[in-house]
């Protein structure tokens, strides 16, 4: 049994690395590695059982090599290793399939038990799984799929010879994979029903299923080379997943990816596209089966490109105007964000929330450790994600509207107009609604605020024209209705009183910059 050591503090790494008796812990070689590219480069070349990562490292941080390594070996056994401010990044690192977390400063009595017992806890999953040795039908996949050179000839005779393929056809590969890091795959149970409908869904195609890892099973199934072939294998595929996650203890699941049509050459590249479809099912939800022969644009350059450029739009968008969003106008943001998110990866999708919400909390004040934002980035799943966020901001709107420091009477004032401004509001309504004389409440508002009701109506209402009259192409009378002012003069009259230019001189601006731009 191999361990690698992975700290960019060379103390830490040879002190852990030399300090520790190792081979009394039945682990044969232990190595340090300064930085993640170098550990990296040492699994390709030779695979370790067992894994030390520092969680914070220049250049790679240890959940990305985390990920790096789970996608080399899905077997290979993770512990972090995280200061007391790195914790929530520790949670994160379980998720992605670390075994447990060392916090700083380390004791070595304390890492000497939890490497022992994560150490026998690794012999008996490999024993139980009957992999101690990489022998078989497995072992020969295992090692196509993870960079080993195999020349195609040796591939062609061992889908011939060793599995019973014929020698003519194309196949489909199918990767299952866990849902949940949770060794799916080591689980008789489990196990069962999943190589029962296996059998049941593929009985009419030739077939053969290879577990890659504790919670990967490749499943390569031959047909003959045609269109109508290919379409019902595919038709069945789908359905053979269907009953897999029916019949499934436990609330589990897993999700496949379909790629193909395949032959020898391009089987092993099928397991790392593969992989990359799976990236999908943060997405598309638990228990997906996504064919490559059916998703298009995902990743590709262009729609990529097109989606960054309209992320980093709504991203100004929400920044700038999020305190004159009412519920509506929010919902329409983050619909627009959904679909533009589409291209993208399940990181770049973390990376755009985490880089919203703090420009958010930053403008418009708040703190990460509430409102339920600490919650976001440990959901599995797109529309999880997106829930807990719009409930975040929703939060965060209701304390922008209701600006502390302000009487209870006055933030209930601001959230009227920021829900009305749209209506024929006025300083007698928001009174009646108030249930106190006009006269009370506009002194009220002007000692608090140091404003006029009316001037800051006229504020609200001017902002968001300015928004209209510079991301869309409506007429100005049709700018001044939707804000709550339906009479054109009067509308650019107020509107030059706050900006010291009219609407159609803001509109010729924006024009002419786009024609520049």
Not at 162 to 172: A, K
Not at 327 to 339: C, F, I, N, P, Q
Not at 423 to 447: N, P
Request: hydrophobic letters at 40%.
């Amino acid at each position: 049994m191999r361990l690698m050591v992975v700290d960019d503090d060379v103390q830490i790494r040879e002190g852990i690395t030399y300090g520790i008796q190792w081979e009394n812990l039945g682990i044969d070689e232990a190595v340090c590695f300064k930085d993640g590219f170098d550990a990296l480069a040492g699994m390709k070349a030779k695979p370790f059982d067992l894994a030390l990562l520092d969680i914070s490292m220049p250049g790679m941080t240890g959940i990305e090599l985390l990920q790096e390594l789970k996608r080399l070996d899905a077997q290979i056994a993770v512990i972090l290793i995280s200061g007391f401010e790195e914790f929530e990044y520790a949670r994160m690192g379980m998720r992605y399939g670390a075994i447990d977390y060392i916090s700083k400063p380390i004791h070595l009595d304390e890492l000497t038990k939890t490497v022992a017992e994560v150490a026998e806890k690794c012999r008996k999953e490999q024993k139980d799984a009957g992999i101690v040795e990489e022998t078989g039908r497995n072992a020969f996949m295992q090692k196509l799929f993870h960079g080993v050179q195999i020349s195609e000839k040796e591939v062609k005779e061992f889908l011939t010879k060793d599995c019973g393929f014929p020698q003519t056809g194309v196949f489909l590969g199918v990767l299952l994979r866990s849902d949940v890091s949770d060794g799916l795959f080591l689980d008789e149970e489990c196990v069962k029903v999943v190589i029962q409908k296996i059998t049941e869904g593929m009985g009419g195609f030739w077939h053969r299923y290879f577990q890659i890892g504790r919670d990967e099973l490749y499943l390569l199934v031959h047909t003959a080379d045609s269109a109508l072939y290919l379409f019902n294998l595919r038709v069945q595929v789908r359905r053979m997943l269907e009953k897999i996650n029916e019949g499934l203890p436990g609330g589990r699941s897993v999700s496949a990816a379909v790629t193909g049509p395949l032959d020898v050459a391009g089987l092993a590249g099928s397991y790392k596209r593969a992989c990359k479809l799976l990236e999908r099912v943060f997405f598309e939800g638990a228990g997906s089966c996504l064919d490559e022969g059916e998703i298009r644009g995902v990743g590709e350059k262009n729609s990529v490109e097109t989606g960054t450029e309209e992320l980093a739009r709504l991203h100004g968008q929400c920044v700038e105007r999020f305190h004159l969003f009412d519920t509506k106008e929010l919902d329409g943001w983050l619909d627009a964000v959904r679909k533009a998110m589409l291209p993208c990866t399940k990181d770049e999708v973390h990376s755009y929330i985490k880089v919203n919400t703090a420009e958010l909390l930053h403008k418009y004040g708040g703190d990460i450790q509430g409102g339920g934002w600490e919650s976001l980035y440990r959901a599995a799943y797109f529309e999880e994600m997106f829930s807990i966020w719009r409930k975040c901001l929703l939060k965060l709107k209701e304390d922008v509207d209701g600006i502390s420091g302000y009487s209870k009477d006055v933030q209930k004032i601001l959230q009227y107009v920021g829900a009305h401004y749209a209506e024929r509001v006025s300083v007698e309504q928001i009174a009646d609604e108030l249930e106190m004389s006009a006269g009370h409440l506009s002194r009220m508002f002007k000692a608090e605020t140091g404003t006029s009701l009316k001037k800051y109506i006229n504020k609200v209402r001017v902002d968001q024209a300015m928004y209209l009259l510079q991301t869309t192409n409506m007429k100005v009378y049709e700018v001044a209705e939707r804000v709550g002012i339906p009479d054109y003069l009067y509308f650019t009259q107020v509107f030059k009183n706050v900006m010291s230019k009219t609407p159609l001189e803001v509109r010729k601006e924006t024009m002419t910059d786009e024609k520049n731009g």
